[in-house]
């Protein structure tokens, strides 16, 4: 009996010194953000996206086709923890979970995923016919933005209640200002959505969708796109984001920015 408890207490010894060696190697790693483009591309938008925009500075843009877009989501790893930034469509052609398996994860593997806001496109993704896609993972979202979608009646929020239904037991509410597991900080842009939320990490700063069409709102950030619920508060809440990023040396990684999905 006295061997067989040396034996488990010396293996708890090995075990916890291999976990410190792990963390340290671990947190001595670069911080890296790799681009999902869930929807194949190329995506653009056009001018009736953006209808307070007069037709002139349309055509001063010169886009023949709309403007630049995408349909994406990020994987942040940093510290030793590898964080799924949104979740798509979660349609036929999304590309999400092949892309995560070209990095070896399987959707068993992911342990957090940062959700910018409760639009299809980016939780589509958390559940398929109905079921939990990420069983081991604990969900973020901004407090303000769950509460706003199970308030809000009729169709358009049944998919955010089925989301925060299947994942309640996963569920982490967070206040803007909050500072997530890697040291992720949460900022408040809300205006596209009630609790619309961008993510900053060192010089990272992901602004999910702070802009649907960047090559005309980095110059003009006060034209909203028509999905931008609050309209005032979109426009301001990218004025302010845009400012912050410049002034701080910042990228950008949005949501809708076309390839590579990332703007200074
Ligand atoms: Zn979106």
């Given at each position: 009996?006295?061997?067989?408890?040396?034996?488990?207490?010396?293996?708890?010894?090995?075990?916890?010194?291999?976990?410190?060696?792990?963390?340290?190697?671990?947190?001595?790693?670069?911080?890296?953000?790799?681009?999902?483009?869930?929807?194949?591309?190329?995506?653009?938008?056009?001018?009736?996206?953006?209808p307070?925009?007069?037709?002139?500075?349309?055509?001063?843009?010169?886009?023949k086709?709309?403007?630049?877009?995408?349909?994406?989501?990020?994987?942040?790893?940093?510290e030793?923890?590898?964080?799924?930034?949104?979740?798509g469509?979660?349609?036929?052609?999304?590309?999400?979970?092949?892309?995560?398996?070209?990095?070896?994860?399987?959707?068993?593997?992911?342990?957090?995923?940062?959700?910018?806001?409760?639009?299809?496109?980016?939780?589509g993704?958390?559940?398929?016919?109905?079921?939990v896609?990420?069983?081991?993972?604990?969900?973020?979202?901004?407090?303000?933005?769950?509460?706003?979608?199970?308030?809000?009646?009729?169709?358009?929020?049944?998919?955010?209640?089925?989301?925060?239904?299947?994942?309640?037991?996963?569920?982490?509410?967070?206040?803007?200002?909050?500072?997530?597991?890697?040291?992720?900080?949460?900022?408040?842009?809300?205006?596209?959505?009630?609790?619309?939320?961008?993510?900053?990490?060192?010089?990272?700063?992901?602004?999910?969708?702070?802009?649907?069409?960047?090559?005309?709102?980095?110059?003009?950030?006060?034209?909203?796109?028509?999905?931008?619920?609050?309209?005032?508060?979109?426009?301001?809440?990218?004025?302010?984001?845009?400012?912050?990023?410049?002034?701080?040396?910042?990228?950008?990684?949005?949501?809708?920015?076309?390839?590579?999905?990332?703007?200074?």
């Amino acid at each position: 009996m006295k061997k067989f408890l040396t034996i488990v207490l010396a293996s708890f010894a090995l075990m916890s010194f291999a976990q410190k060696a792990n963390n340290g190697s671990a947190s001595n790693e670069p911080t890296v953000i790799k681009w999902i483009e869930d929807k194949p591309g190329p995506s653009f938008q056009q001018h009736r996206t953006f209808p307070t925009v007069p037709d002139n500075l349309w055509n001063e843009l010169g886009f023949k086709d709309g403007i630049p877009s995408s349909m994406s989501c990020f994987l942040l790893k940093t510290e030793g923890k590898t964080i799924l930034l949104d979740t798509g469509l979660g349609a036929g052609f999304s590309q999400l979970i092949p892309k995560l398996a070209e990095d070896g994860i399987k959707p068993e593997d992911l342990k957090l995923i940062y959700i910018t806001h409760m639009h299809g496109d980016h939780i589509g993704g958390l559940l398929k016919d109905g079921k939990v896609v990420f069983p081991n993972a604990e969900v973020y979202i901004n407090r303000i933005e769950a509460e706003a979608w199970k308030a809000m009646p009729g169709d358009r929020s049944a998919q955010a209640k089925k989301v925060l239904e299947a994942y309640k037991d996963h569920l982490h509410l967070f206040e803007a200002g909050d500072v997530l597991p890697g040291n992720v900080k949460s900022i408040a842009a809300y205006g596209h959505t009630p609790g619309h939320t961008a993510f900053q990490k060192n010089d990272i700063l992901v602004i999910g969708d702070l802009m649907h069409g960047a090559a005309l709102q980095l110059k003009h950030p006060e034209y909203n796109a028509s999905f931008d619920m609050d309209q005032k508060a979109a426009a301001e809440a990218r004025a302010r984001l845009i400012k912050y990023a410049r002034e701080n040396k910042l990228t950008m990684y949005g949501m809708h920015l076309p390839s590579p999905g990332n703007v200074k």
